[in-house]
């Protein structure tokens, strides 16, 4: 076994696991990144994982790992940077356990982040969210199991993983009616639950019928929603809204873009910025200006507040032909 091996080892269950205490969703990411790049290098060079050295992983090879993300994979810039960070972070850790190649780990250290367009977010209306929670077919039991997970994703704006994630037990009726959930970097938020939904979450509840350390939205056999199995049904009931609701689109709605569609229901409804970063669990409330880049109402109201510059319509209208001759001498 070569020395990459140890060092990649120890990189999850000592520095990862032990001294950052991450959470299991970054740890899976990570792991998936580095898999791929694995097996990238085993395809390019042909050594297993096990027999490579730190001199088969240089700066060229990991920037040929990142170009085969985009072409041959179809992986966004966004997502390739993402898979650069966990190389990245690897990278740092074996700088202190392998200085001998020094050198080598700070040309990886170098390969730059990948700049991109930032596009203004997807939403939903309140047409297209009311189309779209009332798409699963109730007559089934998964398509109860979706309706409650579609309006919870709506009106809470959890994130996909947030949401499978839930279990039983995370859910509180009553007063001060909420669910719990354990967000990025290991942040536990309450998010309020309004009426309606409280009254479609204790119906789903009360057939699901599960013990309260059981997930909240699970299979017909009883485990967790894979994220794969959340995006394939948001996909399919979106495909249903979409013959009742023209405007939707089926092939731009992914799961993320119904915790979009809550932030921009609160900031429409008037809710302070700040509240809304607390809501969506964001680390920093800048996070949460993308959404009034996205919402038109609000600058259309700061357009109508100010006064605009006089400027009376009309076409150009060339001078007199003679006048214009001698000008032109």
Known sequence: MSSIAPTMQAFFTERLTNQRQVSPRTIASYRDSLKLLLRFVQQQTGKPPTTLDWSDLDANLVAAFLDHLESDRRNSPRTRNLRLTAIRSLFAFAALRHPEHAELIQRVLAVPAKRFDKQLIAFLTATEIDALVDAPNTGRWEGRRDRALLLMAVQTGLRVSELIGLNCDDVTFGDGASVRCLGKGRKRRAVPLTTGTQAVLRVWMTERNGRNDQ??????????????????????HAAAAGRACPTIRPEQLHPHVLRHSCA????????????????LGHADPRSTSIYLHADMTIKQRALDATTPPCAAPGRYQPGDKLLVFLESL
């Open 264 to 279: 921009m229901s609160l900031l429409q409804a008037g809710v302070d910025t700040a509240v809304i970063a607390l809501w």
């Open 215 to 236: 997930p909240l939205f699970p299979t017909r056999t009883g485990r967790r929603l894979s994220v794969d199995a959340v995006e394939r049904l948001v996909r399919l």
